[in-house]
């Protein structure tokens, strides 16, 4: 069955940096677009970042572009999120997902066709 096993968060200071990884098994990754959401306590869903399973272009959130880099390893079928400069607002539950093939770039903070997500990983970011 379709699985997505995520790690790599935990406690930083601001400025730091943290690699998410997301592990996928019973299916394989070539043929889905990778993503990233994230929510904090009390606020929406947000959606972080996106790429189509050709991975020629990226999508990122204003919030995160520019310190967010989303890749993968399709030989591990695993894919990242390496994020930078960390910022106390960048706490929350992050989280991993996949949807058939392409992203829905208009609609970056939508959950519409994803269809497999990880668990969750907490991400603090406190001095």
């Known amino acids: 069955q379709k699985h997505l096993a995520e790690s790599g968060g935990g406690l930083v200071q601001p400025g730091g940096s943290l690699r998410l990884s997301c592990a996928a098994s019973?299916?394989?990754?070539?043929?889905?677009?990778i993503a990233w959401f994230r929510q904090a306590p009390g606020k929406a869903r947000e959606g972080l970042s996106c790429?189509?399973?050709?991975?020629?272009?990226?999508y990122y959130s204003d919030s995160v572009k520019g310190r967010f880099t989303i890749s993968r390893d399709n030989a591990k079928n695993t894919f990242y999120l390496q994020i930078n400069n960390l910022e106390p607002e960048d706490t929350a539950v992050y989280y991993c997902?996949?949807?058939?093939?392409?992203?829905?770039?208009?609609?970056?903070?939508?959950?519409?066709?994803?269809?497999?997500w990880g668990q969750g990983t907490q991400v603090t970011v406190s001095s």
């Open positions: 019973g299916f394989s990754l070539v043929n889905s677009a």
């Open positions: 997902a996949v949807r058939p093939w392409y992203c829905y770039s208009s609609k970056l903070d939508s959950a519409t066709g994803y269809d497999t």
């Open positions: 790429v189509g399973s050709t991975d020629n272009h990226a």
